[in-house]
């Protein structure tokens, strides 16, 4: 019988390699002992005596110096050899202790140095053999045509700028399609999970974005009727958040069963500062004072009104930081959001006033005075876009069978919570529960800017006890909502659906401006529905158990996706 011994089966566990041998130390390293001519334990005697023994002799020589009046300075030759002695001996002794001393603490370090260099060779080692490779989902190729095929190689190689695809082919979507391949070969990443087809990337050229290679699928809630101003809105909300729309809605049915909200518009101008520079603050003042000139606002208006047929310049407002100055022009702008039509006829005053104060040095058309995209107290006190006002009354039967609390509750809630607490944070404009929840979600269902949702959740949420502490009076003042209902992702196909959905897609042609406006209600007036819904979860401990029970998945997504 042929008996074979089967090869041994290859090891699972990570071999760990043993540490290299340490190198052999063919040459020592110096000692400072290595330069003496006798042995050590004589020199070191040798100079002990000499240092004592010469200190003893010279402490006595000065103490009977002094006890006779005689000068310390003057020496006999048995004193001067006694001092050479003495520095010699020092010398030798600390440069001999001190060499040594120093030595042995470099050789210490070093040797430190290598024993940590050999430590991270050793676990560098046993990381990479014990650790396993990322998984990382690596691009499947796609079956391109053979010009498509030389178009992505082309793209890869830098021949053709990624930008300028649209312009060369005078297709979006093949552009689209063509960056996509490139940029997942470049980085062999895959976006498998971005959607390419079903969108108008047409509708986005030269306008929305740039350089596209997919869209983000956001999913829509409706929350309503919101009961507002005598009129019904199913009001559009985009987000990725669980609970949000079901709790606005709870916020609309109880004021839907409360006879619905009121809501005002104080104002609407879109707002642009530029920043000028003069040789000096007195020039600066000069042109501050012009501007503010009631005898003058006319013909700036002339000149800033010829940007556009909706612009209408409402008013100047100046500030001046050295011989900086900051003008802050407020203008209407019909049903647009407007930053782009007050920037033009910004432009247009700025050229007109060269001829006047042609050492005026315009540093920016925008100097943050706007103020755009940022908490500002300018905003907050002076509005920017449109500044609103929504209120309703809560009857005590709704807040108890809808709400699930009291009115009691409720109120001093919001006075230390959004009133208070936000004090205490030194809040700018936060003086609300969520108000940048619904104004977001709001915004991007309907094709707004998200990013102005800083200063359009401005707010203060103000609650207060009437008709004899039965009911319950809330309001949300928002004094710079940044909307528009023309211009920018309004045109888009999914949220032009939604503006529909509110009744202002478009443009109001009987009344310019109607349309944007009435879309800051609708938005204030959500505001004013998940202020109220949050605060009552808040006040009655329900605030965790309905963000398990909507915010909260039990599916294995994992699952689900493969």
Known sequence: MDIRRRPPKPSLRPQVLPPPPPPPSSVSSPKASDALPLPLYLTNGVFFTLFFSVAYFLLH???????????????????????????????????????????????????????????IIEEDRNIHCSMPTPAISKPIPMDLPEDDEELVNRVVSGEIPSYSLESKLGDCFKAAKIRREAVQRQTGRSVEGLPLEGFDYDSILGQCCEMPVGYVQIPVGIAGPLLLNGCEYSVPMATTE???????????????????????????????APVVRFSSAKRASELKFFLEDRLNFDTLSVVFNKSSRFARLQGIQCAIAGKNLYVRFSCSTGDAMGMNMVSKGVQNVLDFLQSDFPDMDVIGISGNFCSDKKPSAVNWIEGRGKSVVCEAIITGEIVTKVLKTTVTALVELNMLKNLTGSAIAGALGGFNAHAANIVSAVFIATGQDPAQNIESSHCITMMEAVNNGKDLHVSVTMPSIEVGTVGGGTQLASQSACLNLLGVKGASKESPGSNSQLLATVVAGSVLAGELSLMSAIAAGQLVKSHMKYNRSSRDITKICS
């Open 61 to 119: 020589r000065w103490r009977d110096k002094i006890r006779n009046s005689v000068p310390l300075h003057v020496l006999t030759l048995s004193e001067l050899a006694a001092i050479i002695t003495l520095i010699s001996s020092f010398i030798y002794l600390l440069g001999f202790f001190g060499i040594d001393f120093v030595q042995s603490f470099i050789s210490k370090s070093e040797s430190d140095d290598d024993s940590h260099q050999q430590f």
């Open 242 to 272: 669980g609970c949000l729309v079901a709790s606005t809605n709870r916020g609309c049915k109880a004021i839907y069963a409360s006879g619905g909200a009121t809501c005002v518009i104080l104002r609407d101008g879109m707002t642009r």
